[in-house]
């Protein structure tokens, strides 16, 4: 081989490793960054999806591990699915639930005091949160309801319309900075939700499942024509950490849950 075929050779061969790179990198970083979450695995009946909670809203993740360990998800329908937005489940009282009847006003009796963590936790895609008793005070949580943002892309003129919407209702508190603008504009989300709902983990592995759950026939109220159950939904790793503690029993309330489309 010739010098010049080496030099060739080896500049393609740098190119051609260049994304490997990048992706085992990224796969470090991601599987570093799971060390230490809890991940939960919930089985429906459309495929599996894990969730890793983060560390950082631990009233959420706590209560969270709780309702799972009690098997208060098992039996529960994706009540409100809407495409290029979200998917929504969490409400007991669709477990003996008819078709058609209308879901999503019952949560359990009590809050969950709002852990807005941004700019370090958004709705990009991918990202869970909570959902919120209307006019709940101070952005408390619904103690059960949840909801998994699929979202769209956006492109820089959207994005800016949608910051200044933020901005005049925050105060000005809410910015993107370039990573969360680079998101949202890749890989989508709902970035007009940033600073009023409590985002309290992402799904790691069964983003088609959320996909398929979203795109299925619904009626008029945004509910599925055929049921999509929580099968199952068990801790796949859990911690040695102090738990949410709550004094009051999982009894059931009639409030109308809120998670804005706009």
């Known amino acids: 081989m010739t010098m010049k075929n080496k030099i060739l050779f080896a ?3 740098a190119i051609i490793s260049l994304p490997i790179f990048a992706q085992n990198n990224n796969s470090d970083s991601i599987a570093k960054s799971l060390n230490d979450r809890c991940i939960v695995s919930i089985e429906t009946s459309l495929g599996n999806i894990r969730i890793a909670l983060y560390n950082e809203t631990p009233k959420h993740r706590d209560n969270f591990l709780k309702l799972v360990k ?33 879901l999503g006003n019952v949560s359990l009796d009590y809050t969950i005091p709002a852990e807005i ?16 008793e209307e006019n709940a ?18 492109g820089p003129k959207m994005l800016d319309t949608k910051l200044n919407e ?3 209702k925050s105060g000005g508190t809410i910015i993107f900075n370039e990573k969360i603008q ?8 709902t970035p007009h939700l940033d600073g009023l709902y409590t985002v309290f983990g992402e799904v790691v592995d069964g983003m088609d499942v959320v996909d398929k759950i979203q795109n299925v026939e619904r009626d008029n109220n945004n509910r599925p024509i055929n049921d999509i159950k929580i ?32």
């Open 137 to 154: 005070k101070d952005h408390a949580s619904s103690s059960c309801q949840f909801y998994i943002v699929t979202g769209k892309t956006f």
């Open 70 to 102: 009690e098997g208060f998800y098992n039996g529960i329908l994706f009540h409100r699915v809407i495409p290029n937005f979200m998917v929504q489940t969490g409400d007991p009282s669709s477990k003996t639930a008819v078709s058609g009847q209308l």
């Open 166 to 168: 933020l901005t005049e």
């Open 231 to 262: 099968v199952k939904a068990t801790i796949v790793k859990d911690l040695p950490i102090k738990k949410y503690s709550t004094t009051q029993k999982n009894k059931m309330s009639k409030n109308k849950i809120s998670t804005s489309k706009r």
């Open 117 to 132: 963590r941004f700019p370090q936790y958004y709705h990009k895609r991918g990202a869970v949160a909570a959902a919120q």
């Open 182 to 189: 680079n998101d949202y504009q890749t890989i989508g989300g």
């Open 11 to 13: 500049v393609l061969f």
